[in-house]
């Protein structure tokens, strides 16, 4: 089992920066990716970025890729998310997954997930 802690979130104003943290713990070499996604009320979870730990590889949802940065601290075992210029349509809980596949964009491909955490944009 994986087990993921995410930490971060708040409430913000319009214009603001964020960075996530995701913290993994238990048999983390079942994960190669590790993912950020978000859910906003009534809508589905939508991917945001992901990351391998080895390498360090990167991919991004084209409609946050101008103003996200995924990072990782491989000796830390955490994986970052950081978020600028905050909108209020970026209002949502934000999880991080894990996943044995290489930067899958699904939800079905992570079978790990933290309980999330709340971001709140205020215009």
């Known amino acids: 089992q994986v087990q993921l802690v995410e930490s971060g979130g708040g409430l913000v104003q319009a214009g603001d920066s964020l960075r996530l943290s995701c913290a993994a713990s238990?048999?983390?070499?079942?994960?190669?990716?590790m993912g950020w996604f978000r859910q906003a009320p009534g809508s589905e979870r939508e991917f945001v970025s992901a990351?391998?730990?080895?390498?360090?590889?990167?991919r991004y949802a084209d409609s946050m890729k101008d103003r996200v940065t995924i990072s990782r601290d491989n000796a830390k075992n955490t994986v970052y998310l950081q978020i600028n210029s905050l909108k209020p349509e970026d209002t949502a809980v934000y999880y991080c997954?894990?996943?044995?596949?290489?930067?899958?964009?699904?939800?079905?491909?992570?079978?790990?997930w933290g309980q999330g955490t709340q971001v709140t944009v205020s215009s």
């Open positions: 990351i391998t730990w080895s390498g360090g590889i990167t």
């Open positions: 238990g048999r983390t070499s079942l994960g190669y990716t």
């Open positions: 997954a894990s996943s044995p596949r290489i930067l899958p964009r699904e939800t079905n491909a992570y079978p790990y």
